[in-house]
């Protein structure tokens, strides 16, 4: 089914599912509507408007004819004139999915982008993996919104696999938010002989810790017939080759290929110091650094957003390395204001600072690099978290989320856990932790309806029994909380959260032998439980 005929079956459910007897009671004309998307469906959008147009400044022409007309105008390359008659339809909190979704592709024509987004997103949430969903996917991720890009993407992916165009889009997104999972879900069954199919599974490959794999993929298509992708192709190869060590070979792929992006600079300058060109790194990152320097910590970097630490950074790093202390210092300074948590920069200022003679401010950035060394996790554990990691992206962003909460920043956790849920529906954890969170803010009727998606989602699974039980306590629902936590009892024995609770239930209805042993069991779980402890002790007095 083409595109042309998609669109116009979402206008036509959308006809179908607006009542027009009311407009024939009235003995109105009889609107040329099958002629109309006959006419659309065979690709002639002037006949179509030609149709319809003389009704358009009739008094009593029925809502959707005129979208109809919107749709003909669109499909005419009238972009003006389709939001014109769509606009004020898509306006009302009522307006349909067909209408929203031809209302943004007409604004998104006219370059409107943030009125497209809001219809767009509105016709996604009114018809999951309708054309919508595609459209809203796309246009988030042209904007950088990969997590909004991939999940709409991947509603859409489950309604029509045959669509090569998104499915490439959406594992692009996947790649970039170091989803490898759901990039080779999206990849897996589409042409593999295809250009940018193979640059996807080579990016996915170096997700996966498999660079040899990625090299072999991308070395047979430098020069090829695929100029579109050819920087894309150098880039990624380039750093297969420096994750194996071949620096030499990753300069070699970029070097003449840098044009003015920092990103490629970056990369480029990093091979070359690597392989011993000091001053052929330098002289690549020079103008790049010194622009990120000129713009300082507190203004928009333009272009070198998201870049400028790792380009200040590393001259500052170079200059250091070729004894220009005194010039490195102020590169190296930036770089600690605009990542502070970062040890490498603080490490590099203070040496630099050392050996300017600057020597009490040396000291204190090395405390600084000495202080977040010491939270630092051992390389081991690293090695295995990214394995882990890889397989599970989910649960790294849960991290992410857990870290938050204990820096005190909750409602930036919910984002996280929110935008997991959307990408990974299957996954009850982040349901879970949403549940979690907003019961800690106290808001415990959200908190209740996030732990019911769980329950309904996953029956089985005893940890959303016991989240809806924890926050019915929370809401006084003793009798239904319960009944909840004995569920996730039977589901999982050993579960010592519900027992905790189920003991502080019971101990508020007066049955003190049957708390005592739920209490006693968690101790014999866990013998360090401080909740169980410290009820056992009150109970005991």
């Known amino acids: 089914m083409t595109s042309r005929t998609l669109h116009t079956v979402a206008l036509l459910l959308a006809l179908l599912a607006t009542p027009t007897e009311p407009a024939r009671a009235q003995e109105g004309p009889d609107y040329p509507v099958p002629e109309v998307l006959a006419a659309l469906d065979s690709g002639d959008a002037a006949t179509a408007v030609g149709l319809l147009e003389p009704y358009r400044g009739q008094t009593g022409t029925p809502e959707p004819v005129l979208a109809l007309l919107g749709l003909s105008y669109l499909e005419a390359d009238q972009l003006v004139d389709a939001l ?26 006219l370059g409107s982008v943030e009125k497209a987004g809001g219809y767009l997103q509105r016709a996604a949430a009114l018809a999951p993996g309708s054309p919508a969903s595609r459209e809203l996917g796309m246009l988030q991720g042209s904007l950088g919104d990969h997590a909004g890009c991939l999940v709409q993407l991947k509603a859409w992916a489950r309604t029509r696999p045959q669509d090569q165009e998104a499915r490439m889009a959406g594992a692009f997104c996947a790649v970039a938010l170091n989803r490898a999972p759901d990039a080779e879900a999206l990849l897996s069954d589409l042409p593999q002989d295809d250009p940018g199919i193979k640059l996807l599974w080579a990016k996915v490959l170096l997700l996966q810790q498999d660079p040899y794999g990625a090299i072999g993929t991308l070395e047979p298509m430098l020069g090829g017939d695929e100029p579109a992708i050819e920087g894309d192709v150098r880039r990624t190869l380039a750093d297969a080759y420096t994750t194996v060590g071949q620096s030499g070979k990753a300069v070699e792929v970029l070097a003449g290929h840098t044009g003015d992006d920092p990103a490629v600079a970056l990369q480029l300058a990093r091979a070359q110091y690597q392989n011993g060109a000091l001053e052929d790194a330098l002289q690549t990152l020079a103008p790049f650094a010194e622009r990120a320097v000129a713009m300082g910590a507190d203004q928009d970097a333009g272009p070198l957003a998201g870049l400028r630490h790792g380009l200040v950074l590393e001259y500052g790093r170079f200059l250091v390395a070729s004894g220009r202390h005194p010039e490195a210092l102020p590169y190296l300074e930036l770089a600690t204001q605009v990542a502070p948590e970062d040890k490498l920069g603080w490490q590099s200022y203070g040496q630099a600072l050392a050996a300017a003679g600057r020597t009490d401010e040396a000291q204190a950035a090395l405390a600084r690099f000495r202080e977040i060394t010491k939270t630092e996790v051992p390389a081991s554990m690293k090695d295995m978290q990214l394995e882990q990691d890889t397989a599970d992206p989910t649960g790294r962003e849960l991290r992410e989320a857990v870290k938050l909460l ?94 905790n609770d189920l003991a502080v239930l019971l101990l508020d209805r007066g049955d003190r032998v049957a708390a005592r042993e739920l209490l006693r069991r968690v101790l014999q779980l866990r013998p360090e439980d401080p909740v169980a402890k410290a009820n056992l002790e009150a109970l005991d007095r």
């Open 406 to 499: 204990a820096q005190g920043r909750p409602e930036e956790a919910l984002v996280i856990v929110r935008v997991e849920a959307k990408v990974n529906p299957g996954d009850p954890r982040p349901a879970l932790m949403e549940s979690r969170i907003l019961l800690g803010m106290n808001q415990t009727r959200e908190a209740y309806e996030a732990a019911e998606r769980v329950v309904a989602a996953q029956p089985e699974y005893a940890d959303g029994y016991y989240q809806r039980g924890a926050v019915r306590m929370a809401l006084g629902e003793l009798e239904t909380a319960e009944g909840d936590l004995r569920r996730a009892l039977e589901l999982q024995p050993e579960h010592t959260a519900a027992m």
């Open 84 to 109: 014109e008659i769509l606009e004020p339809m898509a306006n009302r909190e009522t307006a349909d999915a067909g209408v929203l979704y031809n209302a943004g592709r007409a604004a998104l024509g």
